[in-house]
Nanobody, 123 residues
Framework: QFELAESGGGLVQPGGSLRLSCSAS????????VGWFRQAPGKEREGVSC???????NTADSVKGRFAISRDTFRNRVYLRMNDLKPEDTAVYYC?????????????????WGQGTQVTVSS
């Protein structure tokens, strides 16, 4: 079993940007579909953006045009670039891997999850 670790969260003002990073120990992320999810207090976990093994990306309508997912094969990381952040983006953000490689926005398709990183958007 491998582990995932998220980093890059923090406190940012509305309109600001952050880049979240997902790293894996003990495996090569290129073999997997990778997704970013978030969960705000009192709300269900929702898919934000995902990347299939063959590079196809999908992004939730709520963040389309502001968030972008990318893969760094050399560093074995997957990033989530978040621009024009809004208070409603405040949540714990998780990365997860899909062994089938499809990479979807459904949390049910993912097998291994990181511990999450907090993103707070506030003035």
């Amino acid at each position: 079993q491998f582990e995932l670790a998220e980093s890059g969260g923090g406190l940012v003002q509305p309109g600001g940007s952050l880049r979240l990073s997902c790293s894996a120990s003990g495996t090569d992320l290129d073999y997997y579909g990778v997704g970013w999810f978030r969960q705000a207090p009192g709300k269900e976990r929702e898919g934000v953006s995902c990347l299939s093994r063959n590079g196809r990306a999908n992004t939730a309508d709520s963040v389309k045009g502001r968030f972008a997912i990318s893969r760094d094969t050399f560093r074995n990381r997957v990033y989530l670039r978040m621009n024009d952040l809004k208070p409603e983006d405040t949540a714990v953000y998780y990365c997860a891997t899909d062994a089938s490689g499809r990479g979807t926005l459904s949390s049910h398709d993912y097998d291994v999850w990181g511990q999450g990183t907090q993103v707070t958007v506030s003035s």
